[in-house]
């Protein structure tokens, strides 16, 4: 489940996987909304159907029991327009909003706020800022046990074993953020659950994607296409922050990028 936990004596809402969970994660963006809305209506309709499945099979065995001479219908042209129909009608009023969710994931109503491109590597990510005089790129890995002092995050509720990586993607919320996702090797995958957000790294080629995180916080994701040994150890880590959080960030983070890190969750200015 994602819930909010403390940071620097501020509250920080993380979305990340929690033991034995079951549900979807909750919803960060707009596209994962439609998403949670689709799966809630498929299983309100789905389910008077594995109860329907259940109670027949059951009564059939407590009819066979008692009576072993089955009866059988060769032909029955009422009964088989019906099986037909009802699937029918079931598919198409799942078919609707999914297509409608395709849609929307696909066409991006507004122009970014900025473009973010994300390239995959064995066995790490890397994230390249296209920003009118501000340029760069950086490289984020998985933090390792030994490194969490180094970089401040020893809290494992808000960092967890296996997701918490050194540098996180950093974008602002509330804004439309284009993601260009590409690979420098082998096929990987680019997952935030949170987000609804899942999109393959190919060589050669661009994917195009783009979010608008509606709460501040850190969402966690991880490569969904295996990639080699290590693809299990190949976390994605997304800070939104607030549009003036992240102003400081991009001034310093060009230049300095533990500095710029140390900004934002210290919540320090630039004069």
């Known amino acids: 489940m994602s819930s909010y936990f403390k940071d620097n004596k501020a509250f920080m809402f993380v979305g990340k996987p929690s033991n034995w969970q079951t549900s979807l994660q909750r919803s960060a963006t707009p596209i994962m909304k439609q998403i949670v809305q689709i799966m809630s209506f498929t299983n309100v309709l789905l389910f008077p159907i594995l109860l329907f499945v259940v109670i027949t099979i059951i009564f059939l065995c407590y009819n ?108 602002p919320a509330r804004r439309v953020i284009r993601i260009l996702v590409t690979s420098d090797d082998v096929i990987h995958g680019f997952a935030v659950p949170s987000f609804g957000l899942k999109t393959d790294a190919i060589p050669g080629k661009l994917n195009d994607a783009w979010i608008k995180v509606n709460t501040p916080g850190i969402y966690y994701g991880q490569c969904s296409e295996f990639c080699g040994k290590d693809h299990a150890f190949m976390p994605i880590a997304i800070r939104t922050v607030s549009q003036e959080k992240f102003n400081t960030w991009l001034k310093l983070a060009k230049n300095n990028l533990d500095s710029a890190f140390n900004a934002i969750r210290h919540g320090k200015q630039i004069q």
């Open 64 to 171: 066979y029991t008692n009576n072993p001479n089955v009866s059988q219908i060769n032909e029955n042209l009422i009964l088989e327009i019906t099986w037909i129909l009802i699937p029918v009608l079931i598919l198409s009023s799942i078919c609707s909003p999914s297509f409608k969710a395709l849609k929307y994931q696909m066409s991006q109503k507004k122009l970014p706020h900025i473009t973010v491109k994300v390239t995959a590597h064995q066995w790490y990510w890397n994230y390249e800022y296209s920003l009118v005089g501000n340029k760069f790129n950086y490289n984020s890995n998985m933090l390792k046990q030994h490194q969490r002092l180094e970089y401040k995050k020893t809290n494992l509720k808000l960092y967890p074993e296996l997701l918490a990586t050194d540098y996180e993607l950093v974008v």
